[in-house]
């Protein structure tokens, strides 16, 4: 059986690293439909958008995208294409694994845990008023009548909505991909004990969906805990689901654990759709020269495969990647031990795609 997949090459260092993401994925044997659609800067010459129909489209047809980055030009008035992506498919989970590869210089070993971050709600909804408008006065006069506390007059105003549906279908994704990937415990991450009505709303549908899954362990921590805990005893800990904020935090706490942007995958996926992409950006400065680590987004071509269903593909790539670090051979400069010469980005996926092959 063929997958359609779109491929979205992205800008900077989006096309190289994209394209080596291709020759290792479709090293593994699997058959791949690739449907090739570009966005980011370079778009908005030809189309006045870097986010152009045709890429919306394709990924509703094909529902499995693979992303390169793409650069968030400052000040030019376009909003985050990344961002755009997942609101206009509903993508609200973010799964970022977080697992060592021996080569990949760390302070922490054998780390193996899976965030799923939600991702359309919390602090990071946009609700906000700077604290000079004349929307933050009103929140401010409205807020502290309804509450009876006093707000300061120079206070800005965020707003943190938590949802019954949307806790329900980030904490049934966690489960689901625990049961679905042999992992064995669920870790709820909240901040109950002082926000009792959205975080408490949150670990309170955290307990009830997990009552209909009895063979995942299911435990809560609160989110600074949680931190300290990862720090001295990450053995401890397999998926965590959380709210947008701590999700977004811990989830770069959890890369550097396992030594940086270079090595860490990511996908944001909805009931339709699904798109796959590295957690690092377009690297600008890198662009062109066949310099970047190709390591993240192949990864991330991983959890495409999972999610596919290709399992036996997916862990063939992955012992790949793993492979050509720990030879130490055919490593790009990030990777490559000091004294030894580093290779490009397609010699890195060419090594990978060798041992890919079925
Ligand atoms: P970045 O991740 O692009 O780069 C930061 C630094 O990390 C680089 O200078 C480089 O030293 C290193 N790096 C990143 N990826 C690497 C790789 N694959 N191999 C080797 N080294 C790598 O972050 P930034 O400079 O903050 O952002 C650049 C642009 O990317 C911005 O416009 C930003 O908005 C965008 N961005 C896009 C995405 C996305 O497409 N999902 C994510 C983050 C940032």
Redesign the pocket.
Known sequence: MSHAVTLIR?D???PE?AAAARTAIDATGVKIDWVVVDAGVAMMERYGTPLPEEVIDAIKSTKTAI????????GTGFR???VEIRKRLNLYANLRPAKSIVGVKSYFQNIDLVIVRENTEDLYAGIEFAYTSPEAAKARAFLSDLSGKPIREDAAIGVKPISVLGSDRILEFAFKYAKANGRKKVTAVHKANIMKFTDGLFLERAREIASRYPDIVFEDRIVDNMCMQLMQKPELYDVMVMPNLYGDILSDLCAGMIG???VAPGANIGDECAVF??????????AGQN???????ILSGVLMLQHLGEMEAAQRLQAAVEKVIAEGRFV???LAAPGKEPVGTQEMAAAIAEYAAP
């Open positions: 992205g900077g260092i989006g690293v992303k390169g980055p793409i650069t968030t030009p400052v985050s294409v990344n940086g942007l270079g992409e590295a957690i690092h950006g377009s690297a600008p400065k890198y310099k970047a680590n190709p390591t993240a987004l790009t400069y990030d």
